[in-house]
């Protein structure tokens, strides 16, 4: 089956930011990933566009109100993002949460700042997923959470990973008692300092770092220390991300 003009624009028209917006919906691609947010019931899925393997092997996760359309890989192909395309596309209606108050205001979340590398802040998903963080805030500069590279490489984390655009002043004004804690070069150490939920932790852009405005509202400064003969100038905002959370581990249930 091939695929009609109309349906080839707008399934296109999701690889760019200003559509998904626009259309509230977003591209999920490969097998592991399309399976997963089907198990998962969380997302409305509109319509999938799949080989007749994958949809014989998997007729049990789909239901009368998804269109399903059977493709070969020349057509999947031509809506795909993937280098090498897969064997299935969704796409799916995006997911507005609400803020859980409580959850932030008991927990640990991350804040990121103007983060662009859309492979980073999935990364950071998965980092937050594995750390049981509920909710990663971002600046209205990052990159947003339905980009189709992050929804990739999230590995799923965006199923059980909140996310929401707001500037950190709003941020803060919204929860004036949350402990603000602030990765920087020139902060305490990681090592040094005592390290507990509840709080937010916000992590700066890839190569600039925090930004001053954020960084004056910061109430805790800390920092990764440099191993001895360390050289670096600095580090990937989503491996200082991992460290950081890390050393909030065992303080945080």
């Known amino acids: 089956m091939k695929l009609s003009i109309n349906q080839l624009k707008f ?35 509109e319509l999938v566009i799949a080989t007749q393997e994958w949809v014989t092997e998997n007729k049990g996760l789909m239901h009368d109100k998804m269109t ?12 795909s993002l993937l280098t090498t395309p ?15 108050e409580n959850t932030v ?5 991350l804040y ?9 802040f999935g990364t950071i998903l998965r980092i937050a997923d594995w750390f049981g963080i509920k ?24 199923l059980r990973v909140n996310s929401l655009e707001i500037s950190f002043s709003d941020f803060v004004a919204k929860f004036p008692d949350l402990p603000t804690f602030g990765a920087m070069l020139d902060g305490i150490s990681i090592r040094e300092g005592q390290l507990s939920a509840p709080g ?26 440099r191993g001895i003969g360390g050289g670096a100038e600095s580090l990937n905002v989503a491996v200082a991300t991992g460290i950081i959370c890390a050393f909030f581990a065992p303080n945080y249930k």
């Open 11 to 45: 399934i296109k028209s999701l690889h760019e930011r200003k559509y998904r917006q626009k259309y509230h919906k977003f591209i999920v691609e490969g097998v592991k990933l399309a399976n997963e947010v089907l198990e998962s019931k969380r997302l409305v899925v």
């Open 68 to 79: 399903v359309l059977e493709v070969d890989e020349h057509e999947l192909k031509k809506v």
């Open 86 to 100: 897969n064997q299935v596309l969704l796409v799916a209606n995006q997911s507005d949460q609400p803020i859980n």
């Open 105 to 109: 205001k008991n927990g640990l979340s």
């Open 112 to 120: 990121l700042d103007d983060i662009r590398d859309p492979g980073n």
């Open 135 to 158: 909710w990663v805030f971002c600046s209205p500069g990052s990159v947003e959470f339905y980009n189709p590279k992050v929804v990739q490489a999230s590995m799923g984390a965006f």
């Open 200 to 225: 937010i932790i916000a992590l700066g852009n890839e190569s600039k770092g925090l930004s001053w405005e954020i960084q004056e509202q910061i109430k805790h400064k800390i920092s990764i220390p």
